[in-house]
């Protein structure tokens, strides 16, 4: 793994960041010559999904879902 001092990532981050993007290869960003950092590329893209639509087909409906569930007549504050 590739390392590099801080002072010097700082002034060529954008670089850096492109560079490890683009070689998939991590870096290791250091201070006085200890680690302080690693910089490792995305992972793969998995695609993701909109969330509208994602429960698609997921359910069934069974029934009314219209309808009151139970009968008019039994409901007390329609008795008035």
């Known amino acids: 793994m ?3 001092a801080i002072s ?3 002034a060529k ?3 850096m960041l492109e560079r490890v993007r683009r070689t998939q290869k991590p870096l290791r ?7 302080v950092a690693e910089i490792v590329p995305p992972s793969p893209d998995t695609g993701q999904k909109q969330w509208i ?3 698609k ?3 069934e409906i069974m029934g009314d879902i219209v ?3 139970i009968d008019e007549k039994d409901i007390e504050a329609l008795r008035d």
């Open 53 to 55: 639509g994602s429960m």
């Open 13 to 15: 981050c954008l670089a």
């Open 8 to 10: 010097e990532f700082k």
């Open 29 to 35: 960003v250091t201070r006085f010559g200890k680690p």
């Open 57 to 59: 087909d997921t359910m």
């Open 67 to 69: 309808s009151p569930i």
């Open 2 to 4: 590739e390392e590099v």
